[in-house]
């Protein structure tokens, strides 16, 4: 049974930085991709970071990219995402997304094959 979790949300003000992890478990020796997506209030649950750890390829979303860095350990079995500059629009909820290897992209959710952590709450206030 795959199980996410998720740690390190919490409330910061405008300019500061968050850590965000995720372990994962029960996909063997790792998944084949962790993402973070978010979710406000009254919006859609957008993709945020994503890593292939066996390709090596990192993506960022354009409302994200040179403020937030996604990495993994070595077992590849823990993603972080590091925020950094954050503002008041990256308040959400942030939730980690995996999936088995050569199961599609994690930022595909029409599929719906993600596996899903149960979201950690960011709140960045002025």
């Known amino acids: 049974q795959v199980q996410l979790m998720e740690s390190g949300g919490g409330s910061v003000q405008a300019g500061g930085s968050l850590r965000l992890s995720c372990a994962a478990s029960?996909?063997?020796?790792?998944?084949?991709?962790m993402a973070w997506f978010r979710q406000a209030p009254g919006k859609e649950r957008e993709w945020v970071a994503v890593?292939?750890?066996?390709?090596?390829?990192?993506y960022y979303s354009d409302s994200v990219k040179d403020r937030f860095t996604i990495s993994q350990d070595n077992t590849k079995n823990t993603a972080y995402l590091q925020m950094n500059s954050l503002k008041p629009d990256d308040t959400a909820m942030y939730f980690c997304?995996?999936?088995?290897?050569?199961?599609?992209?994690?930022?595909?959710?029409?599929?719906?094959?993600?596996?899903w952590g149960q979201g950690t709450q960011v709140t960045v206030s002025s």
């Open positions: 029960g996909y063997g020796d790792s998944p084949g991709c």
């Open positions: 890593i292939y750890p066996f390709g090596g390829l990192i």
């Open positions: 997304a995996a999936r088995r290897k050569n199961a599609g992209r994690c930022t595909d959710l029409r599929d719906k094959r993600n596996d």
